[in-house]
T-cell receptor, first 115, second 118 residues
Framework: ETGVTQSPTHLIKTRGQQVTLRCSSQ?????VSWYQQALGQGPQFIFQ???????GRGNFPPRFSGLQFPNYSSELNVNALELDDSALYLC??????????????FGPGTRLTVL | AQTVTQSQPEMSVQEAETVTLSCTYD???????LFWYKQPPSRQMILVIRQEAYKQQNATENRFSVNFQKAAKSFSLKISDSQLGDAAMYFC???????????????FGKGTKLSVKP
């Protein structure tokens, strides 16, 4: 059984640029959630994708967007990067239905640094 | 809105001894799930243990057990026979049992950094 994978491991961007982070869900999982973890903090929920549609969003601006593909892998896109976007971005996959989400399993994260 | 509080930023334990990490939460819901996740320096968040609020019995996974006090909204993690590999950040998390999407996602505390002394 393949676990959750994320790419790239590290990324350095400058303010104003755009970035795409990628996540492959665990085998058999149809739901992907993205979290932002600032240094010294717990993760904060960004959004969730279920069957290729956004299925809930946290308190993040529209410049944070995403996609989910038919194989349930997912992308997180961030436009107009700001210094405060520097963080660890975590992807978690789970088995979901339209009404609930099972236990989430996390990938190793992508460390984004914005200069 | 639900909140999760971990009041111990750092804890230390001697190898082979027992340590308890504290977590309290606030919610008006009656049905929910609670989790402890471990995040070692490798950064990957690893599920340690899960508790369903409707179950009175405390969850146990090998050396890890919880003390779930629903009325007090308390959910502590006990690690027995501590090992060097237990050193990590530990996060307590809450998830509503109602629905998916933003309701069904995890709300984390700020974490407790556990050090294990040889």
């Amino acid at each position: 059984e393949t676990g959750v994978t994320q790419s790239p491991t590290h990324l350095i961007k400058t303010r104003g640029q755009q970035v795409t982070l990628r996540c492959s869900s665990q085998s058999g999982h149809n739901t992907v959630s993205w979290y932002q973890q600032a240094l010294g903090q717990g993760p904060q929920f960004i959004f969730q994708y279920y069957r290729e549609e956004e299925n809930g969003r946290g308190n993040f601006p529209p410049r944070f967007s995403g996609l989910q593909f038919p194989n349930y892998s997912s992308e997180l896109n961030v436009n107009a990067l700001e210094l405060d976007d520097s963080a660890l971005y975590l992807c978690a996959s789970s088995i979901g239905t339209s009404g609930s989400t099972d236990t989430q399993y996390f990938g190793p994260g992508t460390r984004l640094t914005v200069l | 809105a639900q909140t999760v509080t971990q009041s111990q930023p750092e804890m230390s334990v001697q190898e082979a001894e027992t340590v308890t990490l504290s977590c309290t939460y606030d919610t008006s819901e009656s049905d929910y799930y609670l989790f402890w996740y471990k995040q070692p320096p490798s950064r990957q968040m690893i599920l340690v243990i899960r508790q369903e609020a409707y179950k009175q019995q405390n969850a146990t996974e090998n050396r890890f057990s919880v003390n779930f006090q629903k009325a007090a909204k308390s959910f502590s993690l006990k690690i027995s026979d501590s090992q060097l590999g237990d050193a990590a950040m530990y996060f307590c998390a809450y998830r509503s049992a109602r629905g998916g999407g933003s309701q069904g996602n995890l709300i984390f505390g700020k974490g407790t950094k556990l050090s294990v002394k040889p």
